[in-house]
T-cell receptor, first 115, second 115 residues
Framework: DTEVTQTPKHLVMGMTNKKSLKCEQH?????MYWYKQKAKKPPELMFV???????INESVPSRFSPECPNSSLLNLHLHALQPEDSALYLC??????????????FGPGTRLTVL | GNSVTQMEGPVTLSEEAFLTINCTYT??????LFWYVQYPGEGLQLLLK?????DKGSNKGFEATYRKETTSFHLEKGSVQVSDSAVYFC??????????????FGKGTKLSVKP
């Protein structure tokens, strides 16, 4: 099973709201990733967790706050977002540390709209 | 640094036509190479991969060969179907060149197949 699940599928929020995106995998993978994808663009890396520790933060604004409660779960907490943050947010996982260049498996994404 | 260049789209073909999407890369080490496909409104799915020179990845009639001498990983399919309409991303993962094994994506090529 190479499934990564993400909830919710769609999210609409105002600029003052606080919401969270959730990602889950049960493949025993030890690296998990958050990407942001704007329309007609490739995914852009936001955060990487390796063995439940944040290993990469690609200069993402603090209104995005990642959390890895355990090896199967990855959350992205959202607060005071801007309309330009509207995008498809993708979660991915890979078996080992990113430096091993293992295949990353992606979830279906959460389509976020900020009003 | 590491980079991926793939042919600009969109590419429009008739059903049963031959498909080639060109992809070339720059990497400092020995990257793994991937093709991902994204159907409308969905996340990325791994289509195929190759981890060393002269490897051929194949899946669902698609093929790509890792050519170190030409630094290329072109995607081919002998007979496309309407259901192949999607955006195709070439990507590499290299533990060198400062990328820490993270995926480096090309810009994506949109394929439309007409009946």
């Amino acid at each position: 099973d190479t499934e990564v699940t993400q909830t919710p599928k769609h999210l609409v929020m105002g600029m003052t709201n606080k919401k969270s995106l959730k990602c889950e995998q049960h493949m025993g993978h030890r690296a998990m990733y958050w990407y942001k994808q704007k329309a007609k663009k490739p995914p852009e890396l936001m955060f990487v967790y390796s063995y439940e520790k944040l290993s990469i933060n690609e200069s993402v604004p603090s209104r995005f706050s990642p959390e890895c409660p355990n090896s199967s779960l990855l959350n992205l907490h959202l607060h005071a977002l801007q309309p330009e943050d509207s995008a498809l947010y993708l979660c991915a996982s890979s078996p080992r540390d990113p430096a091993s260049t293992d295949t990353q498996y992606f979830g279906p994404g959460t389509r976020l709209t900020v009003l | 640094g590491n980079s991926v260049t793939q042919m600009e789209g969109p590419v429009t073909l008739s059903e049963e036509a031959f498909l080639t999407i060109n992809c070339t890369y720059t990497a400092t080490g020995y990257p793994s190479l991937f093709w991902y496909v994204q159907y409308p409104g969905e996340g990325l799915q791994l289509l195929l991969k190759a981890t060393k020179a002269d490897d051929k990845g194949s899946n669902k009639g698609f093929e790509a060969t890792y050519r170190k001498e030409t630094t290329s990983f072109h995607l081919e399919k002998g007979s496309v179907q309407v259901s192949d309409s999607a955006v195709y991303f070439c990507a590499l993962s290299d533990s060198g060149g400062g990328s820490q094994g993270n995926l480096i994506f090309g810009k994506g090529t949109k394929l439309s197949v007409k009946p």
